[in-house]
C-alpha cells in the first residue's frame, strides 16, 4: 500500500513562493502518475498540476507560476509555487495513482498541507 506524505505548506505574503513536498513510500509495482489537487473553503477538490512519465499538465489558473517535478529515486514530487495570490489559499493535496504489488490499480491520497497567501 502506497502512502504519501505532504510538507512545505505554510504562510506567505502575495507575490511571495513555496515549495510543496510528497514523498511516497510502501510497496507497489509502479507509481504511474503523481500531481497535487487543492481545496480552498467550500469548493470543491481541483487540479493544479500532474506529471506522468514525464509530461506536465497544469490548470489555467497556475500556468506560468507553479512548476511540478518529480524525483524518481527519492520517490518525491515538488510543486514549486512562484507569484502567489490570495486566491491560491488552499490545503493542497498530494495524488499517486499507479500499479500495486497485487497487480491492482491504486490511487492514493495525502493528509494535505494548508496553503495561506495573504494579501
Known amino acids: 500500500q502506497v502512502q504519501l506524505m505532504e510538507s512545505g505548506g505554510g504562510l506567505v505574503q502575495a507575490g511571495g513562493s513555496l515549495r510543496l513536498s510528497c514523498v511516497a513510500s510502501?510497496?507497489?509495482?509502479?507509481?504511474?502518475?503523481m500531481g497535487w489537487y487543492r481545496q480552498a473553503p467550500e469548493k470543491q477538490r481541483e487540479l493544479v498540476a500532474v506529471?506522468?512519465?514525464?509530461?506536465?499538465d497544469y490548470a489555467d489558473s497556475v500556468k506560468g507560476r507553479f512548476s511540478i517535478s518529480r524525483d524518481n529515486i527519492k520517490n518525491t514530487v515538488y510543486l514549486q509555487m512562484n507569484s502567489l495570490k490570495p486566491e491560491d489559499t488552499a490545503v493542497y493535496y498530494c495524488?499517486?495513482?499507479?500499479?500495486?504489488?497485487?497487480?491492482?490499480?491504486?490511487?492514493?491520497w495525502g493528509q494535505g498541507t494548508l496553503v495561506t497567501v495573504s494579501s
Open positions: 510502501g510497496r507497489s509495482r509502479s507509481i504511474n502518475t
Open positions: 495524488n499517486a495513482g499507479g500499479w500495486g504489488i497485487n497487480f491492482l490499480p491504486f490511487n492514493a
Open positions: 506529471i506522468s512519465s514525464g509530461s506536465t
